[in-house]
C-alpha cells in the first residue's frame, strides 16, 4: 500500500502520466477543469472528483500538471483550492514548467498548512510521458524528495534534485534554453542542407555519431524530414517557456540573445496558426526563409 | 600489404591520424611544411620527404590534412605539388575542411591525371583523433570511397559517403552549422544557470539524460565548467569553417541568422586574444555579458 496519489491536470501530458501511476498500482484520485477529459482514466480505475480541495482530502501527494503560472496558483490557492483541505505532511508536487519565483511563492504557503511542496517540471513531451522516460527535475528538501522517489519512478527516468524550492524550475527553464537553441540548430543545418542539394537521410545518419549529435536532430529532426510536425511537445507551450525564461533573465539581469532570437522565430509560426504543431516546425521558418523544403527523398 | 600511404599536414590532427595509420600497419610517407613537426612521426617509422611532390610518388593514396582552400590548392596544384606526379588511378583524399566549390575544381583537375579525389572532412576534434573514433563525411565515386575504408577505418568510426565529389565537404558545413549552435545553447544555458545560482555539475546531470541532450553539453559543456578551455578544436579554425558556412549560403542565397550571430560572438574570443582556445571558450563571451564565471563548485 503505497501512499494514495491525486492527479490535477489531464492534458496532452497528465493522462499518459496517469496511466503510468496507475500501471504502478498507485491509488489515483484526479481532477480536470474539463470534466469530460477524466472519463479515460476514471475507466481505468482512478476515482474522479470535481473541486482540487477534494483531490487534498483524498491524497497523500497531490500531483499539478496544467499549462502556466496562474493555473497552478488557482488549483492550490483559488476557491476550493488544494490549500482549503491539504493534509498535514503531504506533499504537492507541481510538475507543470512554471516561473520559479511564483513557484517559492506557493511552496511558502503550503509550509504554513504544515504541507510540503517540491517543484519537479519533466522534460521528453509525449513520448516521454507516454513511455514513462520523463527527465525530473526537482527543487525541494531532500527528505521530501526521496519520499516521493516511488512516485516519480512511475513515470521519467533521470531523476534530480537539483536544489531548494524553485530549483526544479529553474533547471527546467535552462533545458528549455538547450532544447530550443538546440533545435533552432537543426532548422538552420536541415535547410542549408536542403539548399545545397544534400540528401537529408545520409546527412543526418553522417553527423548523428558524433560532436553534431543531439537528442533534437535525431529525434525532431527526423520527424520534421519526414514531414511529421506532430506534437510531441507544442509550440505554444514552449513559446509560453521561453517567456519565462525571458523574463527571469531580466530579473538576474543577463541578455539571453540566442533564446530571444528562437523565441521570435516560433512567434511567425504562432502567427501562421501553428501553435499546436510540434517544436520541430521551426524547420517550417527556415523553409520559408530559403525557399525550399527540407524533406527526406 | 595494404595500399602505401602518403600524408601530408602533420599538424594538432595529422600527427595523431598518422599515428593510428601506423599502429594499423600502413606504410607512410609524410611532409610537412615546417619540416620539424615531423620527427615525431618519422620515429615512429614513416619516411619523410621534402615536396607534396615525393609523396605522391611514394603513395597509392594520398591524405591531405591542413587548414583552408589555399592550403589544399598549394599541395595540390602548387609548385612540386601532387599533381605533378601523382599516379595513375590512386587517390587523393583531402580531409582538410574546404570550399566544397574549391573541392569540386581540385578534384577536375586530378581526374585529368586519371588519378581520383575524395573530399573527406572529420569531426571530433583532437580527441576524436587520438582515440581513431573521427567522423568521417565523404563526397565522390563508390567504387573509390569503397577502396579507401580500410584506411578511413583506421582513423574514424562514422565512415559515411554522403554523396558526389564536394558533398563530403558540404556535409561537414552542415555538421559545422550543428556545432556551433549548439555548443552557443549550451554557453547560453550554463552561464544563466551559474547567474540563477544553480549547481552546475548537478545542472548537467539532470538535463543530459533526456530533450535537452547532446555531445556538445556532455563533452564541451562539462569541460567549461571546470575551467578548461584546452582546444579539442580551436576557435580560429571553427571561426574558418563558418567564414566558409556564411559564403556557400550567399552562393545558395540563404540566411543563416542563428550562424551569423555565433560567428560574430566568436569574433570577441578572437579579438582576446582567444584564437587557439577550445570553442567551448565561448562560454566566456557570456560570462563577460552576464557578469558571472559558470564554473562547477
Known amino acids: 500500500m503505497g501512499p494514495k496519489i491525486g492527479f490535477i491536470g489531464l492534458g496532452i501530458m497528465g493522462i499518459p502520466m496517469c496511466k503510468n501511476l496507475l500501471k504502478a498500482g498507485f491509488a489515483l484520485t484526479v481532477y480536470n477543469r474539463t470534466q469530460s477529459k477524466m472519463n479515460e482514466i476514471l475507466e481505468e480505475g482512478a476515482k474522479g472528483v470535481s473541486t482540487p480541495k477534494e483531490v487534498a482530502i483524498s491524497s497523500d501527494i497531490v500531483i499539478i500538471m496544467v499549462t502556466d503560472s496562474p493555473d497552478v496558483e488557482d488549483v492550490v490557492l483559488g476557491q476550493n483550492g488544494i ?4 493534509k498535514k505532511d503531504s506533499i504537492v508536487i507541481d510538475m507543470s514548467t512554471i516561473s520559479p519565483k511564483v513557484t517559492k511563492s506557493i511552496a511558502k504557503q503550503l509550509n504554513q498548512k504544515q504541507a510540503h511542496m517540491l517543484d519537479a517540471p519533466v522534460s521528453g513531451g509525449l513520448w516521454g510521458a507516454i513511455s514513462g522516460t520523463l527527465t525530473i527535475m526537482v527543487g525541494g528538501e531532500e527528505d521530501i524528495f526521496n519520499r516521493a ?9 533521470n531523476i534530480t534534485l537539483t536544489g531548494p524550492s524553485g530549483m526544479g524550475q529553474t533547471t527546467k527553464l535552462i533545458n528549455q534554453i538547450l532544447v530550443s537553441n538546440t533545435m533552432n540548430a537543426v532548422a538552420e543545418a536541415l535547410v542549408f542542407a536542403a539548399k545545397a542539394g544534400a540528401n537529408l537521410d545520409t546527412t543526418i545518419e553522417a ?11 535525431s529525434n525532431l529532426g527526423t520527424r520534421a524530414i519526414k514531414g511529421d510536425f506532430s506534437p510531441g511537445f507544442m509550440v505554444k507551450l514552449q513559446q509560453k517557456d521561453l517567456r519565462l525564461i525571458l523574463e527571469m533573465a531580466r530579473e538576474l539581469n543577463i541578455p539571453v540573445p540566442s533564446t530571444s532570437l528562437v523565441h521570435q522565430l516560433y512567434s511567425s509560426l504562432e502567427a501562421e496558426g501553428r501553435g499546436d504543431e510540434g517544436t520541430q516546425s521551426l524547420v517550417r521558418i527556415y523553409e520559408k526563409l530559403a525557399g525550399v523544403e527540407a524533406r527526406s527523398e
Open 149 to 157: 522517489i516511488p512516485v516519480f519512478e512511475a513515470m521519467g527516468k
Open 83 to 86: 490549500i482549503d483541505a491539504v
Open 207 to 217: 553527423v548523428s555519431g558524433g560532436a553534431a549529435s543531439s537528442w533534437q536532430l
